[in-house]
């Protein structure tokens, strides 16, 4: 079974750049038709899909986030990682890693990373 596994700094000052890691166990990040995204939910608020890479390694990202977001991703690891730039207290969010099917319906997510900004 597929299990998904976020890792993070936890607290972030205003600013900086925010590194998330994603470490897939029980399957391949580059099995053909599947996706894998970060998704966040701030507090008090719905989810927010922030981006996905296909097994290709073709990307997608929100426009609202596309200027400080970028993907990666260490195949042999099989891990991928979400970089947020300049962040402010916006983006204090918990944040997930999850896969989706074809159709970028998630059918596995992580427990989830809280990222906090504050100075």
């Known amino acids: 079974q597929v299990q998904l596994q976020e890792s993070g700094p936890g607290l972030v000052k205003p600013s900086q750049m925010v590194s998330l890691t994603c470490t897939v166990s029980g399957g391949s990040i580059t099995t053909a038709y599947t996706y894998w995204a970060w998704i966040r939910q701030s507090p008090g608020k719905g989810l927010e899909w922030i981006a996905h890479m296909f097994a290709n390694g073709d990307t997608y990202y929100n426009p609202s986030l596309a200027s400080r977001t970028s993907l990666s991703r260490d195949t042999p690891k099989n891990q991928f990682g979400l970089q947020l730039r300049s962040v402010t207290p916006e983006d204090t969010a918990m944040y997930y890693c999850?896969?989706?099917?074809?159709?970028?319906?998630?059918?596995?997510w992580g427990r989830g990373t809280q990222v906090i900004v504050s100075s």
């Open positions: 999850a896969r989706t099917d074809n159709n970028l319906l998630v059918d596995r």
